[in-house]
Nanobody, 123 residues
Framework: EVQLVESGGGSVQAGGSLRLSCAAS????????MAWFRQAPGKEREEVAH???????AYANTAKGRFAVSKDNAKNTLYLQMNSLKPEDTAMYYCALEETLINPHSPHDYTYWGQGIQVTVSS
């Protein structure tokens, strides 16, 4: 069974940086898509960025220029480097994985999810 485990969250002041990791295990296929989503209290889960099976990365507008996604294929680990953090980035961050995607921007298209990790940015 596929499992995703996130790490690296925490609290930081505005302008600071955090790096999230998501380790995938139990994979039975080599090509898959991964993504970072986040959900703030009272809000819908929204995409932060995704990386497809060919390594092409796309970012949500809120992440462009500040966040960077990378992936270590040997370790099946996805990273999210977050810089210039703002209080509005405060949310629970989730990584997600799906073998074949129709809509990479929709959380409903992903089967596997991590447990989530809290990121809190204070002003």
């Amino acid at each position: 069974e596929v499992q995703l485990v996130e790490s690296g969250g925490g609290s930081v002041q505005a302008g600071g940086s955090l790096r999230l990791s998501c380790a995938a295990s139990g994979l039975t296929y080599k090509n898959f898509n991964m993504a970072w989503f986040r959900q703030a209290p009272g809000k819908e889960r929204e995409e932060v960025a995704h990386i497809d099976s060919e390594g092409i990365i796309a970012y949500a507008n809120t992440a462009k220029g500040r966040f960077a996604v990378s992936k270590d294929n040997a370790k099946n680990t996805l990273y999210l480097q977050m810089n210039s953090l703002k209080p509005e980035d405060t949310a629970m961050y989730y990584c997600a994985l799906e073998e074949t995607l129709i809509n990479p921007h929709s959380p409903h298209d992903y089967t596997y999810w991590g447990q989530g990790i809290q990121v809190t940015v204070s002003s």
